[in-house]
């Protein structure tokens, strides 16, 4: 399964500016809408398209491999 690190990323960024960054804002800056944003955020496994990715990627100041995690489900 492939995760979407925005979250964590979204923390780094605003560390970083020391300051709250908000959905609207980052919706606002990427012209993705806030519904999707919090999809991407909080549904695990949400499908999002590759201009999403880049524009967060931009956004965020990350690359693809900070914003994207395989993670691999062990089978029992």
Request: aromatic share 4%; charged share 35%.
């Amino acid at each position: 399964m492939i995760r979407v690190m925005f979250k964590q990323q979204l923390d780094e960024k605003s560390f970083r500016e020391k300051r709250r960054i908000t959905l609207n804002e980052v919706s606002d800056a990427t012209g993705i809408s806030r519904a999707t944003l919090s999809r991407i955020a909080n549904t695990p496994g949400h499908n999002t398209s590759t201009d999403h990715i880049d524009a967060l990627c931009d956004y965020l100041g990350c690359e693809l491999d900070d914003l994207l995690k395989r993670v691999v489900e062990k089978s029992e």
